[in-house]
């Protein structure tokens, strides 16, 4: 299958190099010419134990392509990844609303080059509403209606080759049953018998992640402030208790958080666990 993926962040390097190494054609795209060129000569510009490798291994094969070139990548592609930033804003206005200046760039820089049947998929963690946004966006710029579906990540950073190829669950958003079967035969290859992909509306895939991420929070809060006290009372380490209690309550954390929910460091408190409002800042984005 042939696949664009718009953004070489930390989400699109790792989809796009896990999705090559399943055997698809992947071309990754980003505007930043210095980072493409690091990533042709396989300076890699995050951290990710075995994303190296895979990048290597990949782009020797063939499977795995960086470029700027935004048309050369989008035209030939059956699925198109939008997995750029939603930051915060900054703007006193729209303090903690997600920014999506960067999903409306990508959506206008792609929009004249989307082949008739191909189908958008937002990788970015987006608030509820912005796929059917995307959607009526996309109609806007090209004149007719386009597939846009959801599938939101759920990826550790230290162990997101391991999710990401051994998923505890595939989440896809979808409005037409083309779109289920060409994203049940990417992820084909990923899943097992007891792991399975959820399929569901893209308004509930955006609301998914937004819980899982209020979730993986909560429960590292309450790990915290009871590693603190067990801390002050007995002096070890502070991840040093055994949470959660139960064995039935560890089966809940596991399938909704994964296998470690509570790992120390950004995986465990920027970047999974970033709640931001459910809105987006002012502009096209706006509801």
Same mark, same amino acid.
């Not at 509306?201 to 309450?222: F, G, I, M, R, W």
């Not at 949470?243 to 408190?269: I, L, N």
């Given at each position: 299958?042939?696949?664009?993926?718009?953004?070489?962040?930390?989400?699109?390097?790792?989809?796009?190099?896990? #999705?090559?190494?399943?055997?698809?054609?992947?071309?990754?795209?980003?505007?930043?010419?210095? @980072?493409?060129?690091?990533?042709?000569?396989?300076?890699?510009?995050?951290?990710?134990?075995? #994303?190296?490798?895979?990048?290597?291994?990949?782009?020797?094969?063939?499977?795995?392509? +960086?470029?700027?070139?935004?048309?050369?990548?989008?035209?030939?592609?059956?699925?198109?990844?939008?997995?750029?930033?939603?930051?915060?804003?900054?703007?006193?206005?729209?303090?903690?609303?997600?920014?999506?200046?960067?999903?409306?760039?990508?959506?206008?820089?792609?929009?004249?080059? #989307?082949?008739?049947?191909?189908?958008?998929?937002?990788?970015?963690?987006?608030?509820?509403?912005?796929?059917?946004?995307?959607?009526?966006?996309?109609?806007?710029?090209?004149?007719?209606?386009?597939?846009?579906?959801?599938?939101?990540?759920?990826?550790?950073?230290?162990?997101?080759?391991?999710?990401?190829?051994?998923?505890?669950?595939?989440?896809?958003?979808?409005?037409? @049953?083309?779109?289920?079967?060409?994203?049940?035969?990417?992820?084909?290859?990923?899943?097992?018998?007891?792991?399975?992909?959820?399929?569901?509306?893209?308004?509930?895939?955006?609301?998914?992640?937004?819980?899982?991420?209020?979730?993986?929070?909560?429960?590292?809060?309450?790990?915290?402030?009871?590693?603190?006290?067990? #801390?002050?009372?007995?002096?070890?380490?502070?991840?040093?208790?055994?949470?959660?209690?139960?064995?039935?309550?560890?089966?809940? +954390?596991?399938?909704?958080?994964?296998?470690?929910?509570?790992?120390?460091?950004?995986?465990?408190?920027?970047?999974?666990?970033?709640?931001?409002?459910?809105?987006?800042?002012?502009?096209?984005?706006?509801?």
């Amino acid at each position: 299958m042939k696949i664009a993926i718009i953004g070489t962040g930390y989400v699109g390097l790792v989809t796009g190099t896990c #999705l090559a190494d399943s055997g698809n054609d992947v071309t990754c795209v980003d505007i930043d010419q210095a @980072k493409i060129e690091r990533l042709e000569h396989g300076d890699i510009p995050i951290f990710e134990p075995g #994303l190296a490798e895979l990048i290597e291994r990949n782009s020797s094969a063939g499977r795995l392509k +960086f470029t700027t070139d935004t048309a050369a990548a989008v035209r030939p592609a059956q699925l198109v990844f939008i997995a750029v930033g939603t930051p915060m804003s900054d703007n006193a206005e729209d303090k903690g609303a997600a920014d999506l200046k960067y999903v409306w760039s990508a959506v206008e820089s792609f929009a004249p080059h #989307l082949a008739k049947d191909a189908i958008v998929v937002i990788k970015s963690t987006v608030p509820v509403g912005t796929n059917t946004k995307v959607y009526s966006r996309l109609k806007e710029l090209t004149g007719r209606t386009c597939d846009v579906a959801s599938n939101p990540e759920f990826l550790k950073e230290g162990a997101a080759i391991n999710d990401f190829q051994y998923p505890d669950r595939v989440v896809v958003g979808v409005r037409t @049953k083309e779109a289920e079967e060409d994203l049940s035969e990417l992820y084909g290859p990923f899943l097992r018998t007891d792991k399975p992909m959820l399929v569901m509306t893209p308004e509930s895939a955006e609301l998914t992640k937004y819980v899982a991420n209020a979730l993986l929070y909560t429960k590292s809060a309450a790990t915290s402030t009871t590693s603190a006290a067990g #801390l002050a009372m007995t002096g070890e380490s502070a991840f040093s208790f055994s949470f959660p209690a139960s064995a039935t309550a560890e089966a809940a +954390f596991r399938r909704t958080c994964g296998p470690w929910p509570t790992w120390p460091g950004r995986s465990a408190s920027s970047r999974c666990c970033w709640i931001p409002s459910m809105r987006s800042t002012t502009g096209k984005s706006a509801s």
